[in-house]
């Protein structure tokens, strides 16, 4: 498998050749979900998840910033392998949240203590996940509401400007 795009290349998972003196990387083939075949390493700090698919995107995951992004992944791949049918019917933050929580449980379970910033930026995706849920007229899930420090009052206030602007 020599499929080279993006830089970095896509590797099928079996071909995936970690450099051994990399703590990271190793951490991250370790735990390969079962339901990811493929994995583009590009070069962008970000991820992506295709559901339905077993495909998803990465960075290489050489540092500790890079490896939280792919274990995030792997999170959504793991959880949210499903098709949705119809398109947007489930909420974001649901699924943000369980992938963040997904993450770190794998960042401790392989030796890393989960550092307050880590857990911070975590928080903040999930937040602007709910905020992002609100503001399309989807129910905001408690659980993730909360983990973030969301109370209901805020989704109150940012339903009623979702209500006004729909309004417009
Ligand atoms: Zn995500």
Not at 29 to 48: D, S, Y
Not at 151 to 160: F, G, L, M, Y
Request: hydrophobic share 40%.
């Amino acid at each position: 498998m020599a499929v080279i795009e993006d830089g970095l290349g896509l590797h099928a998972v079996e071909a995936w050749v970690v450099d051994p003196n990399n703590r990271y990387e190793a951490i991250a083939r370790a735990l390969v979900p079962t339901t990811v075949g493929f994995i583009l390493f590009h070069r962008a700090i970000q991820g992506e998840a295709y559901f339905g698919s077993n495909y998803m995107v990465s960075p290489r995951p050489t540092t500790r910033k890079r490896l939280k992004m792919c274990l995030h992944e792997y999170g959504h791949m793991t959880l949210h392998h499903i098709t949705v049918p119809g398109g947007r019917d489930q909420s974001t933050a649901r699924r943000e949240y369980e992938a963040e929580r997904w993450a770190l449980a794998a960042m401790t379970a392989a030796g890393l203590t989960v550092t307050a910033a880590e857990t911070e930026r975590a928080r903040r995706n999930v937040f602007c996940a709910v905020a992002e849920d609100v503001l399309s007229g989807i129910d905001a899930d408690p659980e993730a509401a909360a983990w973030c420090g969301i109370d209901a009052d805020d989704i109150d206030r940012w339903r009623q400007t979702y209500e006004k602007a729909k309004a417009k």
